[in-house]
């Protein structure tokens, strides 16, 4: 795969980012799996599954999640986005090499900052996950973390928050911890 293809998915994660304040969450309950094509993950506490339809075409076969609520009435309203990568060629998620030339693609193309790369551990194993900010509002910000099998079966997380949002943070860790592939 290409990071190319990653840069494009992190555009449109960055476009729904912008849509997730007039969204129309529907409520999930504790301990609900939300399904995409190849893939169940939890939904996150705080967090409802969208059934905006603007979100379900841009994501086709993924999965949109909105926080219920903001933490704090002047912080940016945190969403995560699974969608799909590719196909494409193979590569792999725990190259650093990979991950850093992702990270900077999709800085150069949103207008953003990387504030850093790294491989993560996650329950599909070690994977590539870069965070960056807004070059004009630097407490918006959004972590993109790789979920591969395959050349065929990759996706993407990618969790918009408020930097000072710890309650989107931990939802996305909790995404990210509880993913399988089906």
């Given amino acids: 795969m290409r990071p190319r293809i990653l ?20 409520a999930g309950e504790p301990g609900v799996r939300a399904r995409g094509d190849t893939f169940s993950v939890p939904v ?26 903001r933490a704090a009435p002047h912080l940016f309203l945190g969403s995560i986005v699974v969608t ?3 196909p494409g060629p ?12 992702a990270a900077d693609g999709a800085a150069a193309q949103m207008g953003v900052v990387v504030k850093a790369y ?17 070059k004009e509002m630097s407490t ?11 050349r065929d079966n990759s996706w993407v997380v990618i969790c918009n928050f408020d930097t000072r949002d710890m309650q989107a ?14």
Avoid: H
């Fill in 7 to 26: 840069i494009l998915v992190a555009l449109v994660a960055m476009f729904i980012g912008t849509w997730a304040n007039g969204a129309t969450p529907v």
């Fill in 44 to 69: 996150p506490k705080g967090f409802s599954v969208s059934k905006d339809g603007r979100f379900i075409r841009s994501v086709p076969g993924g999965v949109v999640f909105v926080a219920d609520k």
């Fill in 84 to 86: 799909r990568v590719g």
């Fill in 90 to 101: 193979d590569f792999d998620p725990n190259d650093p090499t990979f991950c850093k030339q």
């Fill in 118 to 134: 790294r491989t993560v551990r996650t329950s599909v194993g070690n994977t590539c996950q870069w965070e960056v900010v807004d």
């Fill in 140 to 150: 918006r910000g959004a972590t993109s973390t790789v979920m591969y099998k395959t």
């Fill in 169 to 182: 943070r931990a939802a996305c860790g909790e995404v990210l911890a509880g993913w399988t592939f089906d």
